[in-house]
């Protein structure tokens, strides 16, 4: 006889003056867990509330005729509580600052460049039988970044695309991530695309600064990885549209929890393995009218 609630909350608002916007955005989440692990102990159920807030300012300026730049500021809020065991209770924020420019010096070729700086803090927290608070997770990380990426027609049917992304972590080594592609128009009717891209990500907080008596932090974790390779046709006909598209994705160093006590001291978040995805898709639109 357990009542499982599932209820939810959100909400909206998005504003423009001139050359100035704001969007902003709440949620929150009332559900039910179920800890099968512990099952044969005791059982881990309860109610869990989750809750998020966002909100991003942004502004547009025109620095020249052929140059638009854009500046966002963003801070997102986060809340999760569990109202009985493990009685896990998070918060934390995240504060992103970002400027991008476009840029098109002539009509064959198109710029996008700019750089952003992150910085994440949280923690987490539960408490003992006797109500006594205990702190499993209390850090910060910032990171910074920065990317361009060209658009260049090189004929009237070949558009060549390539880009850079550096992004630099807190505690990790600076990371660079390329991406380059093209799309073919060999009719009018017909294109052809195919693109290659690298991309990363860093260990969150808890994964490298928990310290759970179930799950231990790992301060030694190095980002994910994963290469993509994608190569599609498309046909665009009056009242008809067809595309196929086959990717291959590569996700390399996985972040994962190794309970295996064997290789680790203590059940703790650790890298190893790969994942290979291979796709093919298909893709029909017919219009009536």
Known sequence: NIS?????????????YKNLRLMASYNQWDNYYLIPD????????????WKKGFVNLGYSLKAAKKWNMDFNATYTRSTFKT???????????EMVGEWTNFYNPTEKL???????????????????ETSEKIV????????TGAYAQFNYRLFTMLNLIGGIQVNKVE????NVVPR????????????IKAFYAEAFRAPSINEFSINFPQMLGNPDLTPEKVNTVDIAAGYQGEQISLGINFFYSQMKNIIFQNRDTNVVPAPMYWNGGEVDFIGLELEGKYYLT
């Open 171 to 174: 505690g990790i080594d600076l």
């Open 136 to 143: 499993y997770t209390d850090a910060n990380r910032y990171s």
């Open 4 to 16: 499982m609630p599932d209820e939810a909350l959100g909400s909206y608002l998005g504003a423009n």
């Open 83 to 93: 109202q009985s065991w493990p009685n896990t209770n998070r918060d934390s924020y």
């Open 38 to 49: 512990y099952a044969f102990i005791f059982p881990a159920h309860g109610i869990a509330n």
């Open 110 to 128: 198109g710029l996008v460049f700019g750089g952003l700086f992150n910085f994440f803090d949280g923690q987490e927290w539960g408490f003992t």
């Open 180 to 191: 380059a592609g093209f799309i073919w128009y060999p009719a009018e009717r017909i294109n």
